[in-house]
Every structure is written in structure tokens, then in C-alpha cells.
């Protein structure tokens, strides 16, 4: 499975961003899909998760009502929606799938990784 993230790019604060995420090699549109984001110095922090169908999400408690996670199955690809971005959420985003069902927020559970995408807000 390959996955390439795109879309980051630089926001003012109070913008938004959709970043995607497509699939190749192996369809993802059986497992669970997440974003995840990390700041130099900082351990990879969990975003936001759906599931196969994308009937069942899980989002970081303090991102819940900015972001957005959602997939097209037909496209094998992933979105994250980020709204009123503010300069903490500056980072880089990086997409991954989970062979578990339960929407895991720990990036040990997801098998594989994109390349990240960078996201810079200014203030």
C-alpha cells in the first residue's frame, strides 16, 4: 500500500485546508483510515480516524468540531476538512491506514504511512 498525502500549503489563522490523502497499490477502502500530525521535537499526535465505510469516525478530543474526517471509496482517498486553523495546529500531517477496526488514536496500530504534508498558519 502506498499513500500519498497533498494539500498542506501555508493558511492564515481563521482559514482552512483540506488535505487528501489517495491510496495506490492495494484498495484501502477495507480499513480504517487516520490523520495524524507532528511538530518538530514532538511525538506524532494522533487526529482524527473512519472507518472502512466511513460510517464511524474518532477525532482528538480538543480538534473535534474544527476538523473533519471523510473518504470517497471510489477515489481510495481520505480528507481531512481543517477549519479555523489556528497557528498551533501548524505541523506536518501525515495519513495512515489501520488494519484494526476500532478507529485506534495510537500510531503504533496503523501499518502504513504517508509521506506527510506540511500545514503553516500564520498568525
Known amino acids: 500500500v502506498q499513500l500519498q498525502a497533498s494539500g498542506g500549503g501555508l493558511v492564515q489563522a481563521g482559514g482552512s485546508l483540506r488535505l487528501s490523502c489517495e491510496a495506490s497499490?492495494?484498495?484501502?477502502?477495507?480499513?480504517?483510515m487516520g490523520w495524524f500530525r507532528q511538530t518538530p521535537g514532538k511525538e506524532r499526535e494522533f487526529v482524527a480516524a473512519?472507518?472502512?465505510?466511513?460510517?464511524?469516525?474518532n477525532y482528538a478530543d480538543s480538534l473535534e468540531g474544527r476538523f473533519a474526517i471523510s473518504r470517497d471509496n471510489s477515489k481510495n482517498t481520505v480528507y481531512l476538512q481543517m477549519n479555523k486553523l489556528e497557528p498551533e495546529d501548524a505541523a506536518v500531517y501525515y495519513c495512515a491506514l489501520s488494519l484494526r477496526g476500532d478507529l485506534p488514536r495510537t500510531n503504533y496500530y496503523y501499518r502504513y504511512w504517508g509521506q506527510g504534508t506540511q500545514v503553516t498558519v500564520s498568525s
Open positions: 473512519i472507518s472502512s465505510r466511513g460510517g464511524r469516525t
Open positions: 497499490g492495494r484498495t484501502s477502502s477495507s480499513f480504517t
